[in-house]
């Protein structure tokens, strides 16, 4: 029995009874293809169908079970026509109203019929009421039992309706007890076992704790979160194991080229930017694959670090691709690396989607045939014609764009004789410690805790929209100080056009209120050369007021500029919030921003705004944000998938992380099989990302 208990739970749904090839097809839908995913489909919520209610102790807004005998029936002509039904069981009585019903039905609620009824009580035209409650006609011989356990209620979606979901997930869940999922994680590490764990949730018994289950901190959750995490942690283990079989590159510093590119920049490396230097150049030579994770504040100065450790890299003869996730990015650091390295008699060349015909030919050629040495460019780097003479190191500045898989395809342009290249990511935004523990357990973490000397922190202000005409005085008083100014306009739609119309707009009427002052207005509508020339204007001072949208967002650094207003930034996620304000507080005098806000402003929105005026530290901001919108959000990987957990979440479980590495890191080296076992009961198909 055991045996075939385990091969029915990894058998396909279409083993169960009532499952035939089109509700196969629906389940797939939702990622249930084994019984075993059934059982990971956790309820919701739960109804309490447990205990009958007399009539006489019922309240208005609760649900509650009741039972009594049918005294009328009759179509009542209202405001709206129903059906009108009034029950009572010697305590009290109740009406049951239904809108839609049929004659069958009328008659078949004669009076003296006795029933059983489940549905929200509440106050109606007649006294307490239901509204279509379910109910059942009461044999009265042989009354059904009530139910035992808490009903659960399923996440569903169309034609699968609960009744259908309790039958599929009780005969799941029926294997269970024939030991069917064997316990993966050693037995210390929960006081609860996998399937008690399982049954407890799908079915809990009448006085569960559902706030508890609500704040997702029951034992039984907290178990199934820590094998879940403990999976995902093994999984990107093995993807960092995989990369680190085959050798790398070694690539040896070379101080004097090093020097000489410092001694150009025109500042020194903050002491943070210098060890995370460090850092990356000892992986360099290490011979096997670094695989590393750079975090940095706005403005804390990471180009330039990469740039290093793009320098070692073709000082030891191999070739470099620069990853951005927007073309305005890459165009950016394409600007930023031929200052820096041109100079230096160093060929590069850049790729994005929009580079065609001859051009595009011309660039593969070069990098095919090994004469250029490093490439800035999009997503387009990994197109399939794509092929380097010589890739040895990959920097991706990520943005929160891109996913595990994603980066994997670039690191797979090495090439068989000199190893896999060495993968540098750079996060723009910072990441929460806890977040960054899981979405990021491939890689090694190095963090730039400075900003360049001289910053100043920017003073942030809440103002609300009614109060725009004095926003525009700040504004022209700033201007007569000779204070350069940003304004930004952001708008939710993404469509560049419409972005484009709403600063077009708002730069009308500024010209109009302040006729005396330069204004200049860049969005994502304008030609590259147009946006640049703008840009050139603002920084060179000729304009003095930018209008933009949210295409400032990145790297923009012009540091007069010590005013910026943001319209509507409610709309914005506080990451991108705090990209837009870390484009002042650049130069020496110091900054201010303004949240010009559109009211009412909801409760969350208003402590996302507050977490701007309280703070500058991204880490902080970023732990904010993430607790107010959740770490789908925050990594905007929502759509990626690879941050969808089961049960786990991170906000909820961040206290379990510690165990879970230890877990994970106990079970990679003692047992490869469970380990193996582990990740495919959780993360089933999703697997497919670590074998690429
Ligand atoms: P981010 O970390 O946000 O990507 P950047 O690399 O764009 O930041 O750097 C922001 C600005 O700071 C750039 O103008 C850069 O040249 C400058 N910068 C970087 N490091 C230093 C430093 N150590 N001292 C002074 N300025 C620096
Ligand atoms: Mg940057």
Same mark, same amino acid.
């Given at each position: 029995?055991?045996?075939?208990?385990?091969?029915?739970?990894?058998?396909?749904?279409?083993?169960?009874?009532?499952?035939?090839?089109?509700?196969?097809?629906?389940?797939?839908?939702?990622?249930?293809?084994?019984?075993?995913?059934?059982?990971?489909?956790?309820?919701?919520?739960?109804?309490?169908?447990?205990?009958?209610?007399?009539?006489?102790?019922?309240?208005?807004?609760?649900?509650?079970?009741?039972?009594?005998?049918?005294?009328?029936?009759?179509?009542?002509?209202?405001?709206?026509?129903?059906?009108?039904?009034?029950?009572?069981?010697?305590?009290?009585?109740?009406?049951?109203?239904?809108?839609?019903?049929?004659?069958?039905?009328?008659?078949?609620?004669?009076?003296?019929?006795?029933?059983?009824?489940?549905?929200?009580?509440?106050?109606?035209?007649?006294?307490?009421?239901?509204?279509?409650?379910?109910?059942?006609?009461?044999?009265?011989?042989?009354?059904?039992?009530?139910?035992?356990?808490?009903?659960?209620?399923?996440?569903?979606?169309?034609?699968?309706?609960?009744?259908?979901?309790?039958?599929?997930?009780?005969?799941?869940?029926?294997?269970?007890?024939?030991?069917?999922?064997?316990?993966?994680?050693?037995?210390?590490?929960?006081?609860?076992?996998?399937?008690?764990?399982?049954?407890?949730?799908?079915?809990?018994?009448?006085?569960?704790?559902?706030?508890?289950?609500?704040?997702?901190?029951?034992?039984?959750?907290?178990?199934?979160?820590?094998?879940?995490?403990?999976?995902?942690?093994l999984?990107?283990?093995k993807?960092?194991r995989?990369?680190?079989?085959?050798?790398?590159?070694?690539?040896?510093?070379?101080?004097?080229?090093?020097?000489?590119?410092? /001694? =150009? #920049? *025109?500042?020194?490396?903050?002491?943070? +930017?210098? $060890?995370?230097?460090?850092?990356?150049?000892?992986? %360099?030579?290490?011979?096997?694959?670094?695989?590393?994770?750079?975090?940095?504040?706005?403005?804390?100065?990471?180009?330039?670090?990469?740039?290093?450790?793009?320098?070692?890299?073709?000082?030891?003869?191999?070739?470099?691709?620069?990853?951005?996730?927007?073309?305005?990015?890459?165009?950016?650091?394409?600007?930023?690396?031929?200052?820096?390295?041109?100079?230096?008699?160093?060929?590069?060349?850049?790729?994005?989607?929009?580079?065609?015909?001859?051009?595009?030919?011309?660039?593969?050629?070069?990098?095919?045939?090994?004469?250029?040495?490093?490439?800035?460019?999009?997503?387009?780097?990994?197109?399939?014609?794509?092929?380097? /003479? =010589? #890739? *040895?190191?990959?920097?991706?500045?990520? +943005?929160? $764009?891109?996913?595990?898989?994603?980066?994997?395809? %670039?690191?797979?342009?090495?090439?068989?004789?000199?190893?896999?290249?060495?993968?540098?990511?750079?996060?723009?935004?910072?990441?929460?410690?806890?977040?960054?523990?899981?979405?990021?357990?491939?890689?090694?973490?190095?963090?730039?805790?400075?900003?360049?000397?001289?910053?100043?922190?920017?003073?942030?202000?809440?103002?609300?929209?009614?109060?725009?005409?004095?926003?525009?005085?700040?504004?022209?008083?700033?201007?007569?100080?000779?204070?350069?100014?940003?304004?930004?306009?952001?708008?939710?739609?993404?469509?560049?056009?419409?972005?484009?119309?709403?600063?077009?707009?708002?730069?009308?009427?500024?010209?109009?209120?302040?006729?005396?002052?330069?204004?200049?207005?860049?969005?994502?509508?304008?030609?590259?050369?147009?946006?640049?020339?703008?840009?050139?204007?603002?920084?060179?001072?000729?304009?003095?007021?930018?209008?933009?949208?949210?295409?400032?967002?990145?790297?923009?650094?012009?540091?007069?500029?010590?005013?910026?207003?943001?319209?509507?930034?409610?709309?914005?996620?506080?990451?991108?919030?705090?990209?837009?304000?870390?484009?002042?507080?650049?130069?020496?005098?110091?900054?201010?921003?303004?949240?010009?806000?559109?009211?009412?402003?909801?409760?969350?929105?208003?402590?996302?705004?507050?977490?701007?005026?309280?703070?500058?530290?991204?880490?902080?901001?970023?732990?904010?944000?993430?607790?107010?919108?959740?770490?789908?959000?925050?990594?905007?990987?929502?759509?990626?998938?690879?941050?969808?957990?089961?049960?786990?979440?991170?906000?909820?479980?961040?206290?379990?992380?510690?165990?879970?590495?230890?877990?994970?890191?106990?079970l990679a080296e003692s047992d490869a099989r469970v380990a193996d076992?582990?990740?495919?009961?959780?993360?089933?198909?999703?697997?497919?990302?670590?074998?690429?």
């Amino acid at each position: 029995m055991p045996k075939s208990a385990q091969q029915l739970v990894t058998s396909p749904v279409a083993n169960l009874r009532g499952v035939g090839p089109r509700m196969a097809e629906k389940l797939a839908a939702l990622g249930i293809e084994q019984v075993q995913d059934l059982l990971f489909h956790l309820p919701l919520r739960y109804q309490d169908r447990t205990r009958i209610t007399p009539m006489g102790a019922l309240a208005a807004g609760s649900d509650a079970v009741i039972e009594g005998e049918v005294r009328l029936a009759d179509v009542s002509f209202g405001r709206r026509r129903s059906l009108v039904c009034k029950m009572q069981d010697g305590t009290g009585s109740i009406t049951l109203r239904f809108f839609h019903f049929s004659g069958a039905q009328k008659n078949n609620l004669s009076p003296g019929t006795r029933l059983r009824c489940y549905g929200e009580v509440r106050r109606g035209a007649s006294g307490l009421e239901m509204y279509h409650p379910e109910y059942t006609q009461l044999d009265s011989d042989q009354p059904d039992p009530v139910a035992t356990s808490l009903t659960p209620i399923y996440p569903t979606s169309a034609g699968l309706t609960q009744a259908t979901w309790r039958k599929l997930c009780g005969q799941a869940l029926q294997t269970l007890a024939h030991g069917a999922l064997p316990e993966l994680l050693p037995a210390t590490s929960s006081s609860m076992a996998l399937h008690e764990a399982l049954s407890y949730l799908h079915n809990p018994p009448p006085d569960a704790p559902q706030q508890l289950i609500r704040d997702g901190r029951h034992p039984a959750q907290l178990r199934l979160a820590l094998e879940e995490l403990v999976a995902h942690n093994l999984s990107l283990e093995k993807l960092r194991r995989q990369q680190r079989a085959v050798g790398a590159p070694i690539m040896n510093t070379d101080r004097t080229a090093l020097n000489e590119f410092t /001694a =150009g #920049l *025109g500042f020194n490396l903050t002491a943070a +930017q210098q $060890r995370v230097s460090a850092e990356i150049a000892e992986d %360099l030579t290490s011979g096997l694959p670094m695989l590393r994770l750079v975090q940095g504040d706005v403005g804390s100065g990471k180009t330039v670090v990469a740039a290093c450790a793009a320098l070692q890299a073709i000082r030891s003869g191999y070739q470099v691709a620069i990853m951005a996730p927007t073309e305005i990015l890459a165009e950016q650091h394409w600007q930023g690396f031929q200052q820096w390295f041109e100079p230096l008699g160093i060929k590069l060349v850049w790729l994005t989607g929009r580079l065609k015909g001859k051009a595009r030919a011309a660039t593969l050629e070069q990098l095919a045939d090994g004469s250029a040495a490093l490439v800035v460019g999009t997503h387009a780097l990994f197109q399939q014609d794509v092929a380097f /003479a =010589g #890739l *040895g190191l990959v920097i991706v500045d990520e +943005q929160h $764009r891109f996913g595990v898989h994603q980066r994997l395809l %670039l690191s797979e342009k090495g090439n068989a004789q000199i190893g896999r290249p060495h993968q540098l990511v750079m996060t723009a935004t910072p990441i929460p410690r806890t977040l960054a523990m899981v979405a990021y357990a491939d890689l090694d973490c190095s963090i730039i805790d400075e900003l360049p000397p001289g910053r100043q922190p920017v003073q942030t202000l809440l103002i609300d929209s009614s109060r725009r005409d004095q926003v525009v005085e700040r504004v022209a008083a700033a201007a007569a100080q000779g204070r350069q100014v940003y304004w930004v306009c952001t708008l939710i739609e993404e469509s560049d056009a419409l972005q484009a119309q709403a600063a077009e707009v708002a730069c009308a009427e500024l010209r109009e209120a302040l006729p005396e002052i330069p204004i200049g207005l860049v969005h994502g509508r304008l030609k590259p050369a147009e946006k640049a020339g703008v840009m050139a204007a603002f920084k060179a001072g000729q304009v003095q007021l930018l209008v933009a949208t949210t295409v400032i967002e990145v790297g923009v650094d012009v540091p007069n500029a010590s005013l910026m207003i943001i319209e509507n930034p409610e709309r914005l996620g506080l990451a991108q919030l705090h990209q837009l304000r870390g484009r002042v507080g650049r130069g020496t005098e110091a900054s201010h921003c303004v949240l010009l806000y559109q009211t009412p402003l909801g409760k969350t929105s208003k402590s996302r705004l507050s977490a701007m005026r309280e703070s500058n530290d991204g880490f902080y901001i970023a732990e904010r944000d993430m607790e107010l919108r959740g770490p789908g959000e925050v990594l905007g990987t929502r759509q990626t998938g690879i941050m969808e957990f089961r049960v786990a979440d991170i906000s909820l479980h961040a206290d379990l992380l510690p165990t879970v590495q230890q877990l994970a890191r106990e079970l990679a080296e003692s047992d490869a099989r469970v380990a193996d076992q582990l990740v495919r009961r959780w993360l089933g198909s999703a697997e497919r990302f670590a074998s690429v």
